[in-house]
């Protein structure tokens, strides 16, 4: 019979779903006890003007499984997200980055300008807590709100809701940064755009990517800049990986660069080393 005919292919998907089921499940565990006794760490990439100057970081969550395998964020933030740990996740990784920033700027590593950027996730930015709570986290560090942009990914900002556009106005004007994370690749971009108090748009790495090949992608980059310019926008590009296209994204008027060209998200210790040879050079 036909069900007979299914039967090895139905199979196969069975244990497919079970070994992500067992991943998932293993991970999970992990994950609870990483975040308790630190394994996940930030590390931190720079963002630099267009002219070289440092601007900030972006902490991006690293973590290394007991099994010594490194494991993504792409794999562990949503995990974090339906399990109920991303807000002590989250917390982690901003306390180490502040307190990394406040240490920078004290030591003259950096310029008392600088910013770190952090990603959060949306059930954040809908906490009517969240601006108290971030006052509370910068003013512990001793530095500015101006010291902290906060990242939110368009599709999180997606169908942005009264609570988020009442959050996000009162983070501006407390003086905290606002990102919005890989612009582009959502379905509402430019609703979110309109109705949420963003100062900064990060132009999404696909289009960067492709933008040399693609004269399309080049002209959507374009009309990025355009919009970003007459909205007042800042405009930071991610991935930016080749000279030619550091140097195209400079001709739109791309103000900010971060990208492996420039460097790649480093541990603290490497960091600082970057730092140092800088000043030097
Ligand atoms: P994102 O916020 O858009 O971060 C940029 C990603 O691009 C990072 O991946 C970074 O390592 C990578 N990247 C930077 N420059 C280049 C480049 O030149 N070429 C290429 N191919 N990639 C580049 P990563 O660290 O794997 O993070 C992936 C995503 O996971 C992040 O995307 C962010 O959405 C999320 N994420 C990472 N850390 C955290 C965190 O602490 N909290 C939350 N909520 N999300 C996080
Ligand atoms: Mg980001
Ligand atoms: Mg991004
Ligand atoms: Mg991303």
Same mark, same amino acid.
């Given at each position: 019979? =036909? ?60 973590? &290394? ?86 990242? =939110? ?23 905290? &940064? ?11 971009? *430019?609703?979110?755009?309109? &109705? ?36 007042? *926008? ?16 400079? &001709? ?8 492996? *060209? ?20």
């Amino acid at each position: 019979r =036909v069900a007979q005919e299914n039967a090895r292919p139905t199979l196969r998907f069975d244990t497919q779903v079970l070994q992500a089921e067992d991943r998932r499940k293993r991970v999970l565990g992990w994950l609870r006890d990483a975040i308790e006794d630190g394994p996940i760490e930030p590390w931190w990439q720079p963002i630099l003007c267009a002219n070289g100057v440092l601007a900030g970081f972006e902490a991006l969550a690293r973590w &290394r499984g007991p099994d010594g395998q490194a494991i993504s964020p792409a794999e562990f933030i949503p995990l974090a997200q339906s399990s109920g740990l991303i807000a002590a996740l989250t917390d982690r990784i901003l306390q180490r980055s502040l307190a990394a920033l406040a240490q920078w700027r004290a030591e003259g590593l950096v310029a008392e300008t600088a910013y770190t950027s952090v990603n959060f996730p949306p059930s954040a930015l809908l906490d009517p807590a969240f601006p108290q709570y971030l006052s509370a986290a910068v003013a512990s560090h001793d530095l500015p709100p101006s010291a902290l942009c906060v990242e =939110v990914t368009e599709s999180d900002a997606a169908a942005p809701g009264e609570p988020m556009e009442r959050i996000t106005t009162k983070l501006r004007r407390l003086g905290f &940064r606002l990102a919005i994370d890989d612009f582009g690749t959502g379905y509402s971009s *430019l609703a979110s755009l309109n &109705r949420l108090a963003f100062e900064t748009v990060k132009i999404d790495q696909s289009f960067v990517r492709g933008m040399m090949e693609q004269p399309r992608l080049h002209e959507m980059i374009r009309a990025i800049v355009g919009m970003a310019r007459a909205l007042g *926008l800042r405009l930071v590009a991610e991935g930016v990986e080749t000279q030619e296209q550091a140097q195209a994204l400079g &001709r739109e008027g791309v103000d900010r660069m971060q990208g492996y *060209l420039y460097a790649r998200p480093m541990p603290e210790p490497d960091l600082r080393q970057w730092l140092q040879n800088r000043r030097v050079g």
